[in-house]
Each structure stands twice: as structure tokens, then as C-alpha cells.
């Protein structure tokens, strides 16, 4: 199956020049979900992973999945003040401010195997953060995995040292 075509790209959204690339047409047929997080569980447990993280939001839908399909744990990064424990905090640039995300003090375990899995990499600021967060919780970050890549966009560079996967590259 050509996972590619069943993604939507949508022209000057959410503003002009830029080519959304909308997932939602993928997650609604099932065949296609399923195959996807089939392949990504495979990019994920090649990786060792010993556990899953995904940011809030659609790293929740793409990296809980995974993480049943791997039969491992899921832990979930979130905005600020959304999380009811103890917490570490990364702020991050968004295009006008900036954002904080969190993760619980105690979601990892000292040198556990993380893979961070998110629906998108573009310019890698988020998942910059993310990294961020699994290494000061004092885990190993074994690799991170989005299911869509935009190649024209630097996110790749920004995470050179660590091992990237994707499944589908724009």
C-alpha cells in the first residue's frame, strides 16, 4: 500500500505558502492506520526500544499504538501544567513565543531505551525539547521515529545526533 497518497496535502494552510500535510485521511482507513503502525512498531523495536514517548497531541495517537503493538510502555509529554506530578520542563520557539512542554520526574528509569515517536518532523524543535526532557529524566534516547518527514525542512539536521526514521518523506 502507498502510504504517501493517503495523506491529504492541503495548499496555504494554515497560511499562505505552506503545503499542510494532513494525516487525518490516513488515520480514518483502517488498512492504511494499521499498516502504518505496523511499520513504525518495526522501525521502533529494531531501535530496542524500551519504552515509548510521544508529545502531546498526535504523538499520543501515533506512539500509544505502537507502544500496545510493542507490548511496552507509553509515556506522554505534555504542555505545561497539564501533568498532576512532579515534573521536568523544556521550553521551546514556536513561530511567535514560545511554549513549554513536561514529563514526569518519575515516567523513566535511569538508562531506559526510549524512542520518541511523533506524526511530523519539519523544523525538529519540538522533538528537540522532547530529547531534552528523556535525557534529564536520565534515559538513553535509542531514536526517534515520525511517521512523515519533511525533507525540505531542517528537522533531520537538528536531531543529527541521534538515529532518525521515518516512514513517509515530502
Known sequence: MNLKEKIRVI??????GIRFK??????????????????????????GAEVIVGPEARGFVIGTPIAYHLGIGFVPIRKKGKLPADTYSGEYQLEYGTDVLEIHRDALEPGQKVVIVDDLLATGGTIETCVRLVEQAGAEVAGIVFLVELTYLPGRERLKDYVVKSLIKF
Open 11 to 16: 495548499p496555504d494552510f494554515p497560511k499562505k
Open 22 to 47: 494532513d494525516i487525518t485521511t490516513l488515520l480514518k482507513e483502517g488498512p492504511a492506520f494499521k499498516e502504518a503502525i505496523e511499520e513504525l512498531s518495526r522501525l521502533a523495536g529494531e531501535l
